[in-house]
Every structure is written in structure tokens, then in C-alpha cells.
């Protein structure tokens, strides 16, 4: 008599509890397996593979996810020039990739120092894409591609003030004092993200024409008028800073004081102190 009443229970109890567990977790198990054979570490390799087969919708993303890759990897082990090769291929053909593409396939040259990728970035600032354009100009300064001076030189008349802003910015970068005369005009850019850049570039080339922009950059009432974020407040603030201890002026110290003590923030009054200290400690020296 138990065995029939008992016989029903563990039916009940398998079809209810242990058979759905037992499915779920082989379920589980095969979706994990699944997951493991598919989600497969990119390399340089397969993402340049992505690009090349993609749809051009999702070249680009790729072309970001190999940019930081080669971020990530840079210095751990040499790159191939097959890769190089595939690079400069992408970044060349104009008809087949579109301008974000090509404009990360220009930034991945940075991976590939020599004469190659200098010459083709050169080229690629003859393309009609600001967005290449900018990023052959952020790479030509990361190589350190002075070959390339008189090239960039040309977009500090560019009209548009983002070409007008990274040249100047990479000019200082290069640190040719040959470039001063030609950042000079940019101070007085209708555009202010010119006039700083211009301003900080010619401090990195030891010239002081840019003072009074600089010490107008530590003004935040001009940001707060803008309607600018803090923390691209503080950048150029900090930037400002920077700059205006490359000119060694004795006036500064004024300024330095004065922003050590009142700035609302914290990072911004440490630069200043930072720069305060160094300025004293140059004059001591003299």
C-alpha cells in the first residue's frame, strides 16, 4: 500500500522539480559553451579582418575597437608591417571607406613609427575629410614628424577652427621656434579654443605673445558666461597654468597666489601652488 502512494509522490516530485533542473542547467551549460566558442579575443589581426568584410556601418566601430587595441597593446610586442600595410591600404582608399574609418586608421599610425606612415599621413592632409585631416595632424605630432612642420603649418589658416586649433596645438607639440611668426596671428582667432591653443603653443616654443591670453584663460567668468562644464573649466585652467610657467613672467606670481587661495577647485589651486613654488624657486635661482 506505501509503495502505490509513494510511487505518485516521486513522480510528482522528478516531473516538478528534479527533470526542469536538470534541462535548466544543461541549457545553462550549453549556452556557456556557446558563449566560450564565440567570445573570442580580438586581435589587430581580426579586427583589420572586421573592417575590410564589415558592413560600412560598423567599419568604423571596429576601426575604434582596433585603435584600442593597439592602445592597450602598445609596447608589449612588435606589430607586423602586414598589419601596417593594411592600415595605410584602408586609410588611402577614399572610395571604399568612409571618413571616421579612416580618420582611426590615420590615429593608428601612431603604433608605426618611420618614414612610411609619416608620408602617407602627409598625403592624408590632402584629403577632403576634416575628420581625416585632424586625425593625420594629432599623429604627425604623436610621431614626433617635424619633416612635416611646414605641411601642418599650412591649416593655421584653414577655415574651419578645428584644423586652425590642432595644427597650432601639434606645432607646439614639434617644438619648431621656425613656426612662431605663423602662430602669432591665431591670438587674435574670432574663435577662443584658437587664441588658448595658439597662446599655449607659443609658450611651449618659448615665445611670451601669449600671455595676455593666457592670464584671460584664468578669468572664469568668461567660461561661466559660455555656459562650459567644470571639468573643461578646469583643463583650461590648468592648462593656463602650465603655460604660464613655461613664460617665467614675475608678474604671475600675483596670479598664482591669487588662485591658490580663491579657486573653487581643488586641482586648479594645487597647479597653481605647483607653479608658484617652481616660479620662486627659478627666481631664487637666478
Known amino acids: 500500500m506505501t509503495e502505490k502512494i509513494t510511487n505518485p509522490v516521486r513522480k510528482l516530485f522528478f516531473g516538478l522539480f528534479i527533470f526542469p533542473l536538470v534541462i535548466a542547467v544543461g541549457m545553462a551549460v550549453l549556452l556557456c559553451s556557446v558563449v566560450l566558442v564565440t567570445n573570442e579575443k580580438e586581435t589587430p589581426e581580426t579586427l583589420i579582418g572586421a573592417i575590410k568584410s564589415g558592413t560600412p556601418s560598423k567599419r568604423w ?100 577652427s578645428e584644423l586652425r586649433k590642432m595644427a597650432a596645438y601639434i606645432l607646439g607639440v614639434l617644438g619648431e621656434k621656425s613656426s612662431v611668426p605663423k602662430i602669432r596671428p591665431l591670438l587674435n582667432d574670432v574663435t577662443p579654443d584658437v587664441q588658448w591653443n595658439a597662446a599655449l603653443a607659443l609658450a611651449r616654443l618659448g615665445d611670451i605673445s601669449g600671455y595676455k591670453v593666457l592670464t584671460g584663460m584664468l578669468d572664469r567668468r568668461q567660461f561661466s558666461e559660455a555656459g562650459t562644464q567644470e571639468a573643461q573649466i578646469e583643463a583650461a585652467m590648468i592648462n593656463a597654468i602650465k603655460g604660464l610657467t613655461l613664460i617665467q613672467n614675475p608678474e604671475s606670481i600675483k596670479i598664482f597666489e591669487s588662485i591658490s587661495r580663491e579657486d573653487k577647485n581643488m586641482k586648479v589651486r594645487q597647479a597653481a601652488i605647483d607653479a608658484l613654488n617652481y616660479q620662486k624657486k627659478m627666481n631664487k635661482n637666478l
Request: hydrophobic share 35%.
Open 61 to 160: 566601430q571596429k576601426a575604434f575597437e582596433l585603435s584600442n587595441e593597439l592602445n592597450k597593446t602598445h609596447g608589449q610586442a612588435p606589430l607586423n608591417a602586414g598589419l601596417q600595410k593594411e592600415i595605410l591600404y584602408i586609410l588611402n582608399d577614399s572610395s571604399g571607406y568612409d571618413e571616421k574609418t579612416r580618420s582611426y586608421m590615420a590615429m593608428a599610425l601612431h603604433h608605426f613609427p618611420g618614414n612610411e606612415s609619416v608620408t602617407a599621413l602627409q598625403k592624408a592632409l590632402k584629403d577632403s575629410s576634416q575628420e581625416v585631416q585632424i586625425g593625420a595632424l594629432w599623429t604627425l605630432g604623436s610621431l614626433g614628424a617635424k619633416t612635416a612642420t611646414s605641411d601642418i603649418e599650412s591649416f593655421l589658416t584653414a577655415e574651419k
